[in-house]
């Protein structure tokens, strides 16, 4: 019996010559992007944040990721909280130098949106309109510009294993057994404790003492009882809330009001507030340099004039603004739905918003992004967290889930008492880690407040922040070693033994170099087998060179998986796949008049085996350069020439 033979989409069966002309031409590789941040936010948002939570309400799963390019975008979502105090380190990390093309953020909590309700109270008719908003959570939240009451906790003696155990009227609110002799570091994890709960009660540091803020709209917390006990020693008399005020304006969160027309009695305008109080540092200054009191609510909504419940509910249906910010859950209409008698009242608060954050979520939202196009993770746990759980989670998943080679920024210790003292120091931290998936940033910023001319010195996480837009903005090839970061004054300013150390452990840090500024001293990952620049297995301790090979895999994986992944052995070739990927690599190598990923290739091989195919190739990764040595010879002017 004679041989098939598919030829040209047809079947051959008789003897004969046939030809046919394919491109000797490789399909062109696409680039894909290098350097895209994910934020998970796995508490420091809580009070803040847009859109809904891994587990929301009008959106989950990869509906709650939300990506953005710039910074103002950012910050208009998030609207306020740590992250929002990130931002600038992120998109702007330096001078004049980008951050990353992209920043991904999810929430890893559920949340429940805060609800409007419109009540036209008008005898028989009238009726009620119930809306949920959109920004999920607390953040919807209506608060005023009240001044909430402070007390001041003052430690004066902390040993290890000391405890703290903090109560106001019964309510526990901080119960902390101290890992070490630092009272700052008691005081920073008892603000942590605090803030993490859910009493309402919040907290901030001032210098070495422990600022506690009453609960929002609370009648008046000068009554509440402050219970301290445990084995730390406390200075002075038993803390008590002061200062305490009433506010009338929106600072935070949705609110509304009806207001009366002018000119057509009878008829009402719908206003929809939002508050832009931009919240807190952890040392108790305004984000963006304006307290509550300061702040001034946006309008986002005003209705025409109307009369009926109806007339209004029709508006609100088609109404862009208010659908994009907005959903009315229900409504009702009583008798003829006239409002034209209603009572005005004051301000009023949207309430009800609420997250959660559960373990589960955090797992939720790492199956959910398996697939996300991001290099680097910015952890929001550090410093005394950086070891805990959810990092290890997700380190977990860039090692045995995500698709494509990705790296997790962590924040170490944030001054020179936590480099290389204790279990939580930035050496110990980066010792545990020992992997190039991980980098560790050491110390933390010292900013000027222009706005009342103080400082404050902020944790680790502002400087990994500064990192990571920094790195993102690089192209893989390109090594942050020697790059100039946004902060102008460091915690801790390292001296030569302690940069040494901290190179030989992994952990990136700070150096002002004459000339150029505050730099990445060398940028490195916390892999411990580290003398040699590329080990046999295939690793680098430069971020640089691991950087070159997660791109070349991604790159090439999403590259052919569209063009080869569900073809056959007629349609494409051994010869086909070696082509393809020679091109590939030719067009990642670097010229004289083109840096790009790598110097050279070789050996590339293609063998089919069963359904797959197996390819092989060498490279050479285009390194970086991190020292120079210059020896000059001193020549005698009386040689002759």
């Not at 949705?254 to 929809?272: D, R």
Request: aromatic content about 10%; some cysteine.
């Amino acid at each position: 019996m004679a041989t098939k033979v598919n030829f040209k989409g047809r079947k051959v069966i008789e003897p004969g010559v046939y030809a046919q002309i394919k491109s000797g031409i490789p399909a062109k590789p696409n680039d894909f992007s290098f350097g895209d941040l994910a934020i998970i936010d796995t508490g420091s948002g809580k009070g803040f944040g847009g859109g809904s939570g891994i587990n929301g309400v009008f959106a989950n799963g990869l509906n709650s990721v939300y990506s953005f390019n710039d910074s103002d975008d950012f910050k208009n979502f998030v609207k306020g909280g740590l992250l929002y105090d990130l931002a600038d380190y992120i998109f702007n990390p330096a001078n004049n130098m980008p951050g990353p093309e992209t920043v991904h953020i999810i929430r890893a909590a559920q949340t429940i949106p805060s609800t409007i309700f419109l009540d036209f109270n008008n005898g028989t008719d009238g009726g009620s309109i119930t809306i949920k908003c959109k920004n999920e959570g607390s953040v919807g939240n209506g608060i005023t510009d009240e001044t909430l009451g402070k007390a001041v906790i003052r430690f004066d003696n902390v040993s290890v294993g000391n405890t703290v155990e903090l109560k106001i009227d019964g309510l526990l609110i901080a119960d902390y057994t101290c890992v070490g002799s630092s009272i700052i570091e008691a005081v920073v994890a008892v603000a942590e404790l605090i803030n993490n709960g859910n009493t309402g009660y919040t907290a901030g540091i001032e210098g070495q003492n422990l600022l506690v803020f009453s609960k929002l709209n609370s009648v008046d917390p000068s009554t509440e009882v402050f219970t301290l006990t445990g084995t730390v020693t406390f200075n002075g008399d038993a803390p008590s809330f002061v200062g305490w005020k009433n506010g009338t304006t929106l600072s935070k969160g949705y609110g509304w009001q009806f207001k009366e027309s002018a000119e057509n009695v009878g008829f009402y305008t719908l206003e929809i507030l939002e508050g832009n109080f931009a919240g807190l540092t952890v040392n108790g200054k305004s984000i963006n340099g304006l307290t509550k009191q300061q702040t001034k609510p946006s309008l986002l909504i005003r209705s025409p004039e109307f009369n009926n419940v109806d007339v209004l509910l029709n508006w609100l249906r088609n109404d862009f603004d208010f659908n994009s910010l907005f959903n009315i859950s229900d409504y009702l209409i009583n008798g003829n739905g006239d409002v034209s008698g209603l009572t005005l009242s004051t301000l009023m608060l949207a309430s009800g918003g609420s997250e959660i954050y559960d373990p589960a979520d955090l797992d939720r939202v790492l199956e959910d992004i398996r697939e996300l196009d991001n290099t680097f993770f910015l952890s929001d746990k550090f410093g005394v967290d950086a070891k805990g759980i959810v990092n290890s989670k997700i380190l977990n998943h860039i090692k045995n889930t995500a698709e494509f080679d990705k790296f997790l920024i962590i924040g170490g210790g944030s001054d020179e008492t936590k480099f290389d003292t204790g279990a939580d120091s930035s050496i110990e931290i980066a010792k545990f880690y020992d992997t190039t998936s991980v980098i560790i940033c050491h110390d933390g910023e010292t900013r000027h407040n222009q706005f009342d001319c103080s400082k404050e010195k902020l944790p680790s996480i502002y400087y990994a922040a500064n990192v990571a837009g920094r790195l993102g903005g690089l192209e893989p090839q390109e090594s942050g070693t020697y790059k100039t970061v946004k902060i102008k004054e460091f915690n801790h300013p390292l001296g030569l033994k302690q940069r040494e150390k901290a190179l030989i452990h992994g952990v990136v840090h700070n150096r002002n170099v004459p000339g150029i500024g505050n730099v990445i001293n060398q940028a490195v990952n916390t892999i411990q087998n580290n003398t040699r620049l590329i080990n046999p297995d295939g690793t680098s301790f430069e971020i640089s060179i691991m950087r070159i090979g997660a791109q070349l895999n991604k790159e090439l994986i999403l590259n052919m998986r569209p063009l080869f992944v569900g073809s056959n052995w007629g349609k494409t070739s051994p010869a086909d796949v070696k082509a393809f990927v020679e091109g590939y690599l030719l067009s990642k190598t670097s010229t004289n008049a083109s840096d790009n990923l790598i110097l050279s290739f070789k050996n590339v091989t293609v063998r089919l085996i069963e359904d797959y195919y197996d390819i092989k190739y060498g490279f050479v990764p285009n390194g970086p350069i991190n020292k120079l040595f210059v020896t000059g010879f001193m020549l005698d002017a009386n040689l002759s020439a």
